[in-house]
């Protein structure tokens, strides 16, 4: 059962982050005025699906990330030509509201013809040869197309991605980073709501975490006992000290005074190693006590664990640049990994490790590699800067190599982190 749990909210966790952020492209697109055609979660074949509005929702099977694909941004998937024969149906005022491309003697209720003229971005009219007579209707802004069993809405010029100010499509692409700023904003309070903050001038140190079949667990000490001394020595507040008495004293026994509650008692620890450490060990990690918060408090050290937790993203990158190695770099195997060991630690750190990523998946999708948000929105600052669009065929290029780039690195960087995995 534990495993189930620890694999349910990992996944619960990568959801919530993915979803907010896609969240955000959706939502600012339909208040532009966009055609939103898919909300995604994942990627790959579609594990559920169902359509609200105009809108179709989709869970995928990989939980790489997600998309909310807009009218407009893609070649428009149906294109119908002069000399083809279609059937539409008409609705109570006479707009066509459906175009059927396959399956034509089938259809009832439709009127069949050849196209002789069809605009179904500008103009939202056809002209049909009927039997050698001429017939013209007006198609519906929300007229769908259907072949092979899937009904396509089409997109009106209006509707569409490129149609919408400057302004508008930048407000629908920064909206995703933002969503995940704001989660991570909100992640960070819960967890100093659950977990405190530090007491100022502590006069104790306190157990925090256990490692099972170390000496600690075997004495049966518990989160929260207070370490009062070692062999004599008083620990008061300094926990750099207790550290530095166990690893001097591995297999070696040592006298500890430990507080539960009100009440202290003795015990004898003897530290050893762990595997791949050095020094003496009992299997503790210690805490600072701590206190609850209020709510201006919430929010103020929520701030400042935004912006350290930013400078050292930023850190990150910059080490990454300077000495690049295939090892410092996670992919989704890796991250899955890490975040099911935290997971296993509590919800209080899952929480605060569930923030880091929401903060970490705003920044990095804001760098202006091909293929994210930053990239994007420099496209629309050069537009802005120009008075015209660039070509979309050139962009559509240059975000194609980028996402092949992207997609390599993550093929790479998933085999290194499952032969980390086999190697141990």
């Not at 009218?71 to 609705?91: F, K, M, S």
């Amino acid at each position: 059962m534990e495993m189930v749990r620890v694999v349910f909210l990992t996944v619960l966790m990568f959801f919530v982050i993915v979803t907010v952020h896609e969240w955000g492209h959706y939502y600012f697109a339909r208040r532009a005025g966009i055609l939103v055609r898919e909300f995604a979660i994942g990627f790959g074949p579609k594990l559920f699906s169902y359509k609200r509005n105009e809108t179709q929702f989709t869970l995928r099977l990989l939980p790489f990330g997600g998309y909310a694909r807009m009218a407009g941004e893609d070649p428009e998937l149906v294109e119908i030509q002069p000399g083809q024969t279609i059937a539409v149906r008409l609705n109570a005022e006479n707009q066509v509201k459906k175009i059927y491309l396959d399956q034509l003697d089938n259809r009832k209720n439709v009127i069949r013809g050849e196209v002789q003229f069809m605009d179904m971005v500008d103009r939202l009219s056809v002209r049909l040869d009927v039997d050698g007579e001429f017939q013209q209707f007006e198609i519906h802004p929300q007229a769908l197309t259907v072949a092979k069993g899937v009904e396509t809405q089409i997109a009106p010029r209006d509707r569409q991605f490129g149609s919408k100010t400057v302004g508008q499509r930048a407000l629908a692409i920064f909206a995703g980073p933002v969503m995940n700023f704001i989660l991570a904003f909100v992640l960070f309070a819960l967890h100093i709501q659950m977990a405190g903050i530090p007491v100022e001038n502590p006069t104790y140190v306190q157990i925090g975490e256990i490692t099972k079949g170390m000496p600690a667990d075997e004495a049966n000490l518990k989160e929260g006992d207070v370490i009062e001394s070692i062999n004599g020595t008083a620990i008061g507040a300094d926990y750099q000290k207790m550290i530095e008495l166990i690893a001097a004293s591995k297999d070696k026994p040592m006298e500890w005074t430990v507080r539960r509650g009100e009440e202290s008692f003795d015990l004898t620890l003897t530290p050893r190693t762990m595997e791949g450490q050095e020094g003496g060990k009992v299997g503790i990690v210690p805490k600072l006590p701590t206190r609850s918060a209020g709510i201006g408090e919430t929010i103020t050290s929520s701030g400042t664990a935004m912006v350290d937790t930013t400078n050292i993203i930023f850190q990150g990158f910059r080490q990454l640049i300077q000495k690049f190695s295939m090892d410092d770099l996670g992919g989704p195997v890796r991250t899955f990994e890490v975040t099911g060991q935290i997971a296993k630690q509590g919800i209080e750190q899952l929480t605060y490790w569930a923030a880091i990523l929401s903060l970490y998946l705003g920044i990095f999708n804001l760098l202006p590699i091909p293929a994210l948000d930053g990239s994007r929105l420099v496209f629309l600052g050069i537009e802005a800067l120009r008075g015209k669009p660039v070509d979309p065929n050139r962009e559509g290029m240059v975000h194609f190599i980028g996402f092949a780039m992207l997609f390599l690195l993550m093929i790479a960087v998933t085999y290194n982190d499952i032969l980390r995995l086999i190697n141990g």
